[in-house]
């Protein structure tokens, strides 16, 4: 379980997000929407532990424990975004390798070769990504967050700028077998949202306006009045 | 889940490793390095023949000013090349320690410069006809090298995500190492002279009590700068 309290961030008086309170139970699928600025990433962010709030705090598993602040619980974190967080320089395999060095103690702990089978990448697994179509490179930057045998997923706009093929393989590696997992989708796409989750947080200039349970095609006129009523 | 995630000194050596991998593929960094400090030492050697009698005087302050510029090409490089597809992002949400980040930088760097006035202390030897090939240089280069570092990472990763980070990387960094580039020239003048130790040892001291400053301070700022 994820649980933010009042969690707010500032970057120079403005508010990104403001005073959020959102419980995500393990196996949820969560849409985050909103327009651009809205706070989405900031939120993201907050939650992957790469940006500390101004004020509240983030729990897992417990409002008495910590958050994404201790390197244990990032570990339970996997992040995909739009950006690869990949080394250009570098192969998949060599990518792959780094991040996975990062989650884990020892080589013995973690089967590169088993996730890039996973994921298709082994025939290309000695190509740098500076020579990756962008489709590829999400299709590793997917492989890269799911090293660490995620519990809690963050996708931030995944979906940008890729096709149908990466689009599919994102849906079913991500968003199939999630009864042991939580995942946060932050999208502009209120479609994909309604395909993939099955609930939603709308959120406008960092507050949360809108919270939908049981996401369906339905829903969609909700959340296009909620967005467009700001 | 604790004993899953990698100790400090693993983290290290694992972010040390990808530049150095980064480092022989790209031959960027000490390419460049390389190839800035010969062309400043070859200007320096022109104008030195055609003006100056005793080019010995003015060594010190060559060597170091090649290294200092040298360094900005390598600290400007290091991290805007994690900007590209956002791989400092990544890096940040794994579950390791920003202090890891900013010594394997610093180490890193360190080796570059090590690596750089291997190379550059015999061409200024050769090209500036001055015997500056002494032992006694190697831990005078060495906690230059840190102090260089140490303060340079610091200064980087603040400044790498704005547009004019090139400029602004000297322009900052200068003030700052002042006291390490004034210490390190004086100590290998007084090297090249022939001194004894007893009469510049105080001054790789006093680089050596920054370097400690500088490492300690910076390595406890770095997460709030890499946030930024």
Not at chain 1, 2 to 9: D, F, G, Y
Not at chain 2, 38 to 51: C, D, H, K, N, V
Not at chain 2, 174 to 189: F, K, Q, S
Request: overall charge neutral; proline content about 4%; charged content about 15%.
């Amino acid at each position: 379980m994820i649980l933010c309290k009042n969690l707010s961030k500032e970057y120079d008086g403005i508010p990104a997000v403001n005073g959020a309170n959102i419980k995500i139970q393990k196996g949820e699928l969560v849409a985050l929407l909103g327009n651009n600025g809205a706070g989405k990433t900031t939120l993201l962010n907050m939650l992957a532990g790469i940006v500390k709030p101004s004020s509240g705090s983030i729990h897992f598993d417990s409002p008495a424990l910590p958050g994404p602040e201790i390197p244990t619980n990032r570990a339970r974190i996997g992040l995909v975004s739009e950006h690869s967080f990949l080394t250009p320089e570098l192969t998949i395999k060599e990518n792959l390798s780094f991040y996975a060095s990062l989650f884990y103690r020892s080589r013995g702990q973690y089967d590169i070769a088993s996730v890039m089978d996973e994921y298709g990448l082994t025939s290309r697994q000695n190509q740098k990504i500076s020579t990756l179509s962008r489709g590829w490179k999400q299709r590793t930057s997917i492989a890269r967050a799911m090293l660490g045998q995620p519990e809690y997923i963050l996708l931030d706009e995944p979906e940008n700028g890729i096709d149908q093929t990466t689009r599919g393989i994102l849906g079913q590696s991500l968003f199939s077998e999630t009864a042991h997992r939580s995942l946060v989708f932050a999208t502009h796409n209120i479609d994909l949202a309604i395909d993939w989750c099955s609930k939603a947080i709308v959120l406008d200039n960092g507050n949360l306006i809108h919270e939908i349970n049981n996401l369906s095609n339905e829903s969609k006129t909700t959340i296009m009045q909620a967005l467009d009523s700001k | 889940m604790s004993n899953r995630i990698p100790r400090i000194d693993q983290q290290v050596f694992r972010l040390f490793y990808r530049e150095l991998l980064i480092e022989f593929r790209a031959k960027e960094q000490l390419t460049t390095m390389v190839i800035f400090a010969l062309t400043t030492i070859i200007i320096f050697q022109f104008s030195f023949e055609m003006r100056t009698g005793n080019v010995k005087v003015l060594v010190p302050g060559v060597l170091w000013i090649s290294v200092f510029f040298a360094s900005m090409l390598s600290l400007n490089r290091s991290f805007s090349r994690d900007q590209e597809e956002n791989a400092s992002r990544g890096i940040v949400s794994a579950p390791i320690d920003p202090l890891s980040i900013y010594i394997s930088k610093v180490l890193t760097t360190t080796v570059f410069l090590c690596a750089l006035e291997v190379i550059l202390v015999p061409i200024i030897n050769v090209l500036l006809n001055s015997p500056i090939l002494y032992i006694d240089l190697i831990p005078v280069l060495l906690v230059g090298n840190i102090g260089v570092s140490a303060t340079g990472a610091i200064v980087a990763v603040t400044v790498a995500n704005t547009k004019s980070r090139e400029t602004l990387l000297p322009v900052i960094l200068l003030p700052l190492l002042l006291p390490v580039l004034l210490g390190c020239i004086t100590a290998t003048g007084a090297i090249i002279d022939g001194q004894p130790i007893n009469k510049y040892v105080h001054w790789v001291h006093i680089v050596a009590i920054y370097d400690i400053i500088f490492t300690f301070a910076s390595g406890l700022m770095f997460h709030f700068a890499i946030e930024n």
